[in-house]
């Protein structure tokens, strides 16, 4: 049926089980109905001829068929319009070398002569590739080896982590820089490249809409938006334009937190008629990345110079200026969430934490002093985690965090401490896909290879409860009565699948945001 015919306020979700049951598991099924009034869960209770039915005359049902209901999922770390352009780019996640890169955009720019002028985004420009990851290539990129590929074709090649660019000298000559003769730029240098190679009017609401779907049909209710844009601005348009499948928590980056105080704009306001949009955090970044060896470290990056002034990875952002805007921020109302992924970075904002008496968000806290999580804990801090990226950079991490993986991305240890918990993919340098994230924190495996640290894996149950809105704080993994009516049908019980074994590719098969459905494949 179509997703949206479904306009009724109360809905009545038939037969459906409830993860982790004894019932479900020993003595055969038990089913429940679930009657959802105004958005919210109004009663959830055993179905069947005595099952109560108050309130209910008139209302659709959806005949659930014993399928597993769950909370609706959130993605906490999401840079949406990245992932809207990164799914109709040129996919380098493949490529392990310099050369396999090469080869993928010659074969690009031969077999499709069309992309050079109609494939990106922005008609005419050449091409944009996305995803690759350089930290352990036995080559090195070069700007003269990318010319010989490309030819006077504009070509942009972005890392998987978002902190790298790759660039021909014919996009440098187009947009007005230059590079070394690696050809590549990094940190706040390719920040400011990729905000040109983005064409604003091809991105269109219906390209918004396709993608937040996608999202659902995943189980996603609500996502949380990094994107370094008018996020204040543009989503409330957005969802006006019909781009309703999510809830969307919005940051404001620094450069556009003095116009969101000056509007007088807090942390958990409403900036949409929809309902959809919240107000969120300031967003900092205080360090860089693994893979470009830019993370902020205690210890120097082994195969770097050590005379060079980067060798344990830098600082983005200067201590007084952190405090400074987090300052600004606190006082007018609004939270803040800090990149930190080396472990110098994230000690270096619980201090900046410490000193503003300030709760807050630390987005992801990859390496970390073991001294340093019982502090994070006793700040009442929440670590936003991508469990993910440990799959994608777990040979990054042992070649260039040697000896120091043990407290890389240390989920269990965060949990134990009492550290509230979300989970997220960090889009597009993972998919938006919660059970990735979800499959990765409890397994810390991938392509069956054996477990990364498997001392540092999540229960299922703790793992769904970070993918919540609640998070692991409330430990919510389950429907209650009274909760809001964000919820997902699943074809399996996440919480009897300790290996994982179905998690990643967990069948969803509705989600309802507030009462309403998102996405059915059950009708
Ligand atoms: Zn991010």
Not at 172 to 177: A, E, H, S
Not at 437 to 448: K, L
Not at 495 to 506: F, I, K, N, S, T
């Amino acid at each position: 049926m179509n997703p949206t015919s479904r306009r009724s306020d109360s809905l009545i979700l038939r037969n459906v089980r409830l993860p982790g049951g004894d019932g479900a598991l020993t003595s055969g099924p038990v089913l429940h109905d679930v009657h959802l009034v105004d958005g919210r869960v109004a009663s959830l209770a055993p179905a069947g001829p005595g099952a109560r039915r108050g309130g209910a005359a008139g209302a659709d049902s959806l005949d659930a068929d014993g399928r597993f209901l769950i909370p609706g999922l959130w993605d906490h770390h999401v840079h949406f319009t990245q992932w809207v352009i990164a799914r109709r780019r040129l996919d380098l996640a493949a490529t392990t070398s310099a050369a396999e890169v090469l080869q993928l955009v010659r074969g690009a720019l031969s077999s499709d002569p069309a992309l050079a002028v109609e494939g990106s985004e922005q008609a005419g420009s050449g091409v944009v590739g996305y995803g690759f990851r350089d930290g352990l290539w036995p080559d090195l990129p070069s700007l003269s080896s990318l010319d010989e590929a490309t030819g006077s074709v504009p070509v942009g090649l972005i890392s998987g982590d978002l902190h790298c660019m790759w660039l021909n000298t014919a996009l440098q000559t187009r947009l007005g820089v230059s590079t070394d003769a690696s050809g590549l730029l990094r940190e706040a240098d390719s920040f400011a490249v990729m905000d040109q190679l983005q064409d604003p009017a091809a991105l269109t609401p219906e390209i918004y809409r396709q993608t937040a779907q996608a999202a659902a049909k995943r189980g996603v209710v609500g996502i949380v938006e990094f994107e370094n844009a008018d996020n204040i601005s543009q989503w409330p348009l957005r969802t006006a334009a019909g781009v309703d499948s999510l809830r969307v928590e919005v940051s404001v980056w620094p450069d556009r937190l003095q116009s969101a105080l000056l509007a007088g704009i807090s942390t958990g306001d409403a900036l949409d008629e929809r309902g959809l949009v919240t107000m969120g955090p300031l967003k900092v970044i205080s360090d860089g990345s693994l893979n470009t060896r830019t993370a902020w470290c205690w210890d120097p990056y082994p195969e770097v110079d050590r005379l060079h002034p980067h060798s344990c990875g830098m600082q983005t952002v200067p201590m007084d200026e952190l405090q400074d805007v987090m300052r600004q921020a606190r006082d007018g109302g609004i939270a803040a969430a800090i990149h930190a992924i080396g472990d110098r970075a994230n000690s270096a904002v619980l201090d900046a934490f410490e000193a503003l008496a300030m709760p807050g968000v630390i987005e992801h806290a990859q390496l970390l002093r073991w001294e340093d999580i019982p502090r994070f804990a006793r700040l009442g801090l929440t670590a936003s985690v991508q469990p993910e990226h440990a799959m994608d950079d777990r040979d990054v991490a042992d070649a260039y965090w040697a000896g120091r993986t043990d407290r890389a991305f240390p989920l269990d240890a965060l949990t134990r401490a009492g550290v509230p918990l979300r989970l997220g993919s960090d889009a597009p340098v993972a998919p938006l896909d919660p059970w990735v994230a979800i499959a990765a924190a409890v397994s810390r495996s991938r392509d069956g290879r054996d477990a990364w640290h498997p001392e540092q894996r999540l229960d299922p149950a703790t793992a769904l409860a970070a993918a919540t809105r609640g998070g692991t704080a409330k430990g919510s993994h389950q429907v209650s009565e009274g909760d809001a009516a964000d919820l997902v049908l699943v074809e399996t019980d996440p919480l009897a699948d300790p290996q994982a074994v179905g998690l990643r590719e967990m069948g969803v098969s509705a989600t309802l945001l507030g009462g309403r459905l998102t996405y059915d494949g059950i009708s």
